[in-house]
């Protein structure tokens, strides 16, 4: 069978609930998995997404800020939420594929959104750089065993690893997202537990991958200053069935869209 698990950084999930269902509806992936919903658990739109043929639904919210979830055609079970640096601010849920999966049962799901890190990359001068740093300390030492079993982790990882992950390497290392010191955390993080960058995996350098484009550029399309922020990486055990990475470009262009668009990886198994 053929898995489709889709990870998005939605940027408020009421205020585009509609993009949401457009990219159901026309994409129809088995797992949507969402980020920076914006939105508490007690006002999630859960009638609407599972009108729209998703009736599984996990997610852990709050006000204004962060927040994710996991919207299945297949029953989760096992819902999990993981604190970091001692906050319960909403960024990592994780559930597993219930029987009814078939092949894919059992796989765990990860969600994660790491946190932005503001503007200036210090950790002396930015808390919320340090607060970015310990956090993928956290997570190292979450992960530092290797993936046990098959494993899915999706989400807004805040940080283009590669170099051709961004637009200019040169002018970016002095950038948030891109600095060496969160490329080397999160390379060290991954590569000690094992996980497979699916979308390196399959579309080695040099080639350019983005999934994000600020809404700070005027025409973000012809400038194309992009980066790879949103990522898609499975357990050692899954990267034999890896078979695709789509990145919805086109998404970026619909109407008040978020600024990160649709990451789409496909399994065989």
Known sequence: MQLTVTTWNINSVRLRIDLV?????????????????KCPDDAFPLKALRGSGYEHVMFAGQKGYNGVAILSRFPLHTRAVMGFCERPDARHISAVLGP????????????????AGGDVPDRDLNPKFAHKLDF?????????????????????????????????????????SHTPVETEALEILRGEAGWVDTARHLTPEPEKIYTWWSYRSPDWSA???????????????????????????????????????????????
């Open 223 to 269: 400038a194309n200053k992009g980066r790879r922020l949103d990522h898609a990486w499975v357990s050692p055990d899954l990267a034999g069935t890896v078979r695709k990475v789509e990145v919805l470009r086109e998404a970026r262009a619909w109407e008040r869209p978020s600024d990160h668009v649709p990451v789409t990886l496909t399994l065989e198994l």
């Open 136 to 176: 993928l300390a956290e997570l190292r030492a979450w992960g530092g065993k290797r993936v046990s079993g098959p494993a899915i982790l999706v989400g807004d990882l805040n940080v283009a690893p590669l170099e051709h992950d961004v637009w200019s390497h040169r002018q970016l290392l002095d950038v948030v």
């Open 21 to 37: 269902l457009r990219f159901l509806a026309e994409h129809k992936p088995d797992v949507l998995c969402l980020q920076e919903t």
């Open 100 to 115: 009814e999966a078939g092949a894919a049962s059992g796989i765990v799901l990860h969600d994660f959104y790491v946190p």
